[in-house]
C-alpha cells in the first residue's frame, strides 16, 4: 500500500533553515501531487505547497517566499526548505499524497499522510 | 483565502448517538469539501472526498452531504473508536487549500 516516511531536523534555531523529505513507497511517484502540511495549536492545519515529479510547485501565498520544495524522482523523494524559521514555524510537519497529475478539477485531497515530524524554534 | 468555519468546536456524546458536525465556507466552494479524522498523535485520516464520497475502508456510519457553502459530516452511531477530532478543507479555490478548524468529539 502506499506509505510515506518522513525524516529531518525536529530542533532549529531562529533564522535557521528547515529541512524535511519524505520518501514515498507503493505508488508511481509521476501519478500525484506530493505535498506538505503543517498543524499547530494556534493555526491548526496549514497546507504549505505541493510538487510534482517534474518540480512543478504551487505554494501557500503566506509562505512562498520562504519555501522551497525539490523532487528526487530516482528515489521518489521530495523535500520541504522553510527558510528564516522563527516560533510561528512551531508545528508538526506532515507529507502527504495529494491530488492525482491528471485531474483537471478542483477535487483535491491528502491521502496518506506521513507520521509527522515536530519541529520546535529555540534560541 | 477561502474561511472554513467548523461547529461546534468541541462535542460531547454517547456511544450509539448520532451526530452532525458542521462546515461552512467563507465562499461557495460548490462541492470540493473533504473530511478527516485525526487520532492524538497520528496523522489525519481521510474519511469523505467530493463531499460525500466515502474513502475506501471508511465505515458506513459516516456520510457527508452539502453544496456551496454548508456541509455536514455525520455519524450516525456513533462507537467508541470515532472519538477523535475531525476536520474539513476545501479545494475549490486554490491557492491555499484551506481547513477547518477542527470538532473535538469527546465521551459523554
Known amino acids: 500500500q502506499v506509505q510515506l516516511q518522513q525524516w529531518g531536523a525536529g530542533l532549529l534555531k531562529p533564522s535557521e533553515t528547515l529541512s524535511l523529505t519524505c520518501a514515498v513507497t507503493?505508488?508511481?511517484?509521476?501519478?500525484?501531487?506530493w505535498s506538505w502540511i503543517r498543524q499547530s495549536p494556534g493555526k491548526g492545519l496549514e497546507w504549505i505547497g505541493e510538487?510534482?515529479?517534474?518540480?512543478?510547485?504551487n505554494y501557500n501565498p503566506s509562505l512562498k517566499s520562504r519555501v522551497t520544495m525539490s523532487v528526487d524522482t530516482s528515489t521518489k523523494q521530495f523535500s520541504l526548505n522553510l527558510s528564516s524559521v522563527t516560533a510561528a514555524d512551531m508545528a508538526v510537519y506532515y507529507c502527504?499524497?495529494?491530488?492525482?497529475?491528471?485531474?483537471?478539477?478542483?477535487?483535491?485531497?491528502?491521502?496518506?499522510w506521513g507520521q509527522g515530524t515536530l519541529v520546535t524554534v529555540s534560541s | 483565502d477561502i474561511q472554513m468555519t467548523q461547529s461546534p468546536s468541541s462535542l460531547s456524546a454517547s456511544v450509539g448517538d448520532r451526530v452532525t458536525i458542521t462546515c461552512r465556507a467563507s465562499?461557495?466552494?460548490?462541492?470540493?469539501l473533504n473530511w478527516y479524522q485525526q487520532k492524538p498523535g497520528e496523522a489525519p485520516r481521510l474519511l469523505i472526498y467530493g463531499t460525500s464520497t466515502l474513502q475506501s475502508g471508511v465505515p458506513s456510519r459516516f456520510s457527508g452531504s452539502g453544496s456551496g457553502t454548508d456541509f455536514t459530516l455525520t455519524i450516525s452511531s456513533l462507537q467508541p473508536e470515532d472519538f477523535a477530532t475531525y476536520f474539513c478543507q476545501q479545494s475549490y479555490s486554490t491557492p491555499p487549500i484551506t481547513f477547518g478548524q477542527g470538532t473535538r468529539l469527546e465521551i459523554k
Open positions: 465562499q461557495n466552494i460548490r462541492k470540493y
Open positions: 502527504a499524497r495529494g491530488r492525482h497529475i491528471a485531474v483537471v478539477t478542483p477535487i483535491h485531497w491528502f491521502d496518506p
Open positions: 507503493g505508488v508511481s511517484f509521476s501519478s500525484h501531487y
Open positions: 510538487i510534482n515529479h517534474t518540480g512543478s510547485t
